[in-house]
């Protein structure tokens, strides 16, 4: 019953900034990787940013230098700091995650997504 939240989306203007949050909750052994994805209507769902369990993390060209994910693993927290937004970030984020229930075997998980709009 392990389940992913996210939050912290909302309207913003170009140039603006947002931190997205997403808080896994449940029987968890472990997490392994968390990141972030987006998808755009009409576009294909793709990976943002991520961050592994010895903390070596990973953007999209799109984002680097704009964005930064980070975790907080005593609260099975990942977030991703949103600077200089652009008209073309507006998506629905998801929150996706690598975790273990129980000791054994790691199983990955989304969260139900959370949008952000960029006005011009």
């Known amino acids: 019953q392990v389940q992913l939240v996210e939050s912290g989306g909302g309207l913003v203007q170009a140039g603006g900034s947002l931190r997205l949050s997403c808080a896994a909750s449940g029987s968890i052994f472990s997490i392994k990787g968390m990141g972030w994805y987006r998808q755009a209507p009409g576009k294909q769902r793709e990976l943002v940013a991520a961050?592994?369990?010895?903390?070596?993390?990973n953007y999209a060209d799109s984002v680097k230098g704009r964005f930064t994910i980070s975790r907080d693993n005593a609260k099975n927290t990942v977030y991703l700091q949103m600077n200089s937004l652009k008209p073309e970030d507006t998506a629905v984020y998801y929150c996706n995650a690598d975790i273990t229930p129980s000791g054994s075997g790691w199983y990955n998980y989304w969260g139900q997504g959370t949008q952000v709009t960029v006005s011009s």
């Open positions: 961050v592994t369990s010895r903390g070596t993390t």
